[in-house]
């Protein structure tokens, strides 16, 4: 299965995709939608769904696995997020991808087995599961890479649990 990870932003979105037979992970894309800073927010939004639709078209993605905004401080930050995120799920949706939405939590805990780890035990176990030599770059590519590694085992374990209970 194609899994399109999605770390929301609007000036750098992360992305990825992973392709994962339930057992075999392998990292075949990443990099980021990078808009600029003083541009207007409605063109800058434009390029996100121009460039994700593109993206989609290209890598093809079979389902996608996108962060859900959690935020208690920087207001203005998080009302930016949300508009970048808006775009993309609308440009997914258009697509016809199913999309599965992970808090950061959630995401720590389906890598690590730990809703509170720290960046650094999230970078070693993506390193570990795709066997990289280094954590992928910038660190929202890496978010990115995350999220689809979440779904990834999220699909693995339900796809036990059924076979499981069939038997």
Do not use: W
């Not at 920087?74 to 775009?87: D, K, L, Q, Y």
């Not at 440009?91 to 991808?97: D, H, K, N, R, Y």
């Not at 770059?137 to 890496?142: E, F, I, Q, R, Y």
Request: proline share 4%; hydrophobic share 40%.
């Amino acid at each position: 299965m194609r899994i399109l990870g999605i770390d929301p932003g609007l000036n750098l979105t992360g992305f990825a995709l992973l392709e994962s037979d339930g057992t075999k992970k392998e990292l075949l894309h990443f990099g980021v939608i990078r808009t600029k800073a003083h541009t207007e927010k409605s063109l800058r939004l434009k390029e996100i769904y121009d460039d994700l639709k593109s993206i989609i078209a290209d890598l093809k993605p079979e389902i996608c696995s996108i962060e859900q905004l959690f935020f208690s401080t920087n207001v203005s930050t998080a009302m930016s997020v949300s508009e970048a995120r808006g775009i993309i799920l609308l440009a997914l949706q258009e697509s016809g991808i199913p999309i599965q939405e992970y808090t950061p939590s959630q995401m720590k805990k389906a890598l690590t087995g730990n809703g509170r780890a720290d960046k650094k035990s999230i970078q070693k176990m993506v390193m570990i599961e795709l066997n990289l030599k280094e954590i992928p770059k910038p660190d929202d590519a890496a978010d990115a890479v995350s999220l689809a590694l979440a779904l990834s085992a999220e699909l693995r374990y339900h796809r036990h649990l059924k076979t499981f209970l069939e038997k």
